[in-house]
């Protein structure tokens, strides 16, 4: 798939980008506001961003909006955060027809409330139609909470006597995951100036191409995922092999 930018170069889209969607705090603190307003302006950057990915025909999009470890943080940011979700929720599912965007979750929903669960649950299944992007929303994701459940999955299997231990393979392992199905990240985006996976997507990232950017999450805008497209373009992935 290639896009057009400034009518002048073209690049191939690749078909998974990952972005940790960090930054919210320090954007608010530079203006004077409370950490709550940088989630509400990072909000607002996800639906530009997924638009845009729409547009250039990405097939998936996978976002870190909260993780397991972010239960570190005080009860008021915690629940700003998770207010922000089901707001976002409830306009995702009034708008659907409209955005034709097909939204997965990934990590374990039953730490949120009943409400968000429903709404999460409401959203991936009404949006299964859809074939658009497919965007991947990790909400109280951690890596790897994700592998040891998947590693406790197959446990439970063999105790079972459906499955040996020696049957396993990456293939199979990589099926038990949340992201069972989705292939793995081409490109994994991490904004604010952090050089770091921060428990995001360990498994899958194996051979996934890293692009960091100063650039706070609530400021990227669709020329910042250009320049991240872009860089991608330049890079040799040679999967351990060697190129010719
Ligand atoms: C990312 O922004 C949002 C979440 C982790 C929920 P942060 O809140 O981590 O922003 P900084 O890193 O403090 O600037
Ligand atoms: C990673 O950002 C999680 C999300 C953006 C959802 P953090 O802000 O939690 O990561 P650390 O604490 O800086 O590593
Ligand atoms: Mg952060």
Excluded at 46 to 56: E, G, V
Aim: charged share 30%; with cysteine; aromatic share 12%.
């Amino acid at each position: 798939m290639l896009f057009r930018k400034k009518q002048t170069t073209e690049f191939a889209v690749p078909t998974h980008i990952a972005i940790v969607m960090d930054g919210n705090g320090r954007w608010a603190k530079k203006r004077g506001l409370p950490r709550t307003a940088g989630h509400a302006a990072g909000a607002e950057t996800f639906r530009r961003i997924a638009n845009y990915a729409k547009s250039i025909g990405l097939k998936y999009l996978t976002v870190y909006a909260f993780s397991t470890e972010n239960w570190k943080r005080s009860p008021e940011e915690v629940q700003a955060i998770m207010d922000l979700l089901e707001k976002y929720l409830r306009e995702l599912i009034r708008d659907m027809e409209k955005n034709r965007v097909r939204f997965c979750f990934f990590g374990d929903l039953t730490r949120l409330s009943p409400e968000l669960q429903a709404e999460a649950r409401e959203t991936a299944e009404k949006s299964k139609i859809y074939d658009g992007v497919q965007v991947n929303f990790c909400i109280n994701y951690g890596a790897r909470d994700e592998i040891v459940r998947a590693a406790s999955a197959f446990a439970a299997r063999c105790a079972r006597g459906e499955a040996k231990p020696e049957e396993l393979t990456e293939a199979a392992f990589g099926q038990l995951l949340y992201s069972a199905d989705v292939p793995d990240p081409d490109l994994i985006i991490r904004p604010s100036g952090e050089l770091r996976t921060s428990n995001f997507l360990l498994w899958q990232s194996a051979y996934s191409e890293y692009y960091f950017t100063d650039t706070l999450w609530p400021d990227f805008t669709e020329a910042d995922l250009d320049e991240a497209i872009r860089a991608y373009n330049g890079r040799s992935r040679r999967y351990g092999g060697v190129t010719t």
